[in-house]
């Protein structure tokens, strides 16, 4: 849409020009031949009374044919343009639905992990938080770059008990509005992390620590189930 305001906007200045064009070719026309003496330079007002016609015309022209010669103005390029852009504004957005939706291998795994974090007793839960404190004292404790490659270490550690990749943990994480980088990429950034800790502070999860752990992946799977649910 925005190309074709641009488009629109283009032939507008061009239109502006040819009216100039015209007004400035009539105005020599005028001059010279209501006060000119010399009668060569009246003879020539004639082209430019022609010239300034022309300039005045030509933007209203939507079409041009001479024998077999065909030529489309404006209004024609103006609709090839826009259904170029929408049909390619289209495919891409068949393209990203597509990448954001997770296979039905990665639906399972979320469902057992679902599955798991219910019947788990709440004595394991507090175990598990009472690891997760330390887990947390630990990470601040390290320089950005060691604590990025442990963010890493420990999401992938989790990922894969559930048969997950990054690539999925970015998909899961687009869907939900909180990662708005490259999807399709095994890469651990420190934006990733980023979008973790701020999903992990949207919906109170503890540690906030940048890291896919079950408690974190078992939340996303939630709120996309939910997501598509509401949608229904």
Do not use: C
């Not at 507008?12 to 009539?26: C, E, H, T």
């Not at 009374?49 to 044919?65: E, H, M, T």
């Not at 949207?202 to 996303?220: C, M, R, S």
């Amino acid at each position: 849409m925005n190309q074709t305001k641009r488009l629109l906007n283009n032939f507008n200045k061009l239109d502006f020009v040819g009216y100039l064009f015209a007004f400035l070719s009539f105005v020599i026309f005028i001059h010279t031949f209501f006060y000119i003496d010399e009668v060569e330079i009246k003879k020539q007002s004639i082209y430019w009374f022609f010239i300034s016609f022309v300039a005045a015309l030509f933007p209203n022209i939507k079409q041009f044919k001479f024998k077999d010669i065909e030529i489309e103005f404006r209004d024609k390029i103006i609709q090839e343009v826009g259904e170029k852009i929408e049909k390619s504004t289209k495919n891409l957005e068949e393209n990203l639905s597509q990448k954001l939706e997770l296979d039905a291998k990665v639906f399972k795994s979320l469902q057992a992990l679902s599955m798991r974090e219910q019947i788990l007793p709440e004595e394991a839960k507090d175990k598990r938080r009472e690891s997760y404190q330390i887990w947390f004292n630990y990470l601040n404790n390290l320089d950005s770059e060691k604590k990025l490659e442990e963010q890493k270490k420990y999401s992938l550690l989790h990922l894969k008990n559930w048969d997950m990749k990054i690539s999925n943990l970015k998909q899961m994480l687009s869907q939900v509005g909180f990662f708005n980088g490259i999807i399709d990429n095994e890469e651990f950034t420190v934006e990733l992390a980023q979008s973790i800790s701020e999903f992990q502070k949207q919906y109170e999860l503890f540690p906030v620590d940048g890291t896919a752990g079950p408690v974190t992946i078992n939340k996303l799977s939630q709120e996309i189930m939910k997501m598509k649910t509401d949608k229904r």
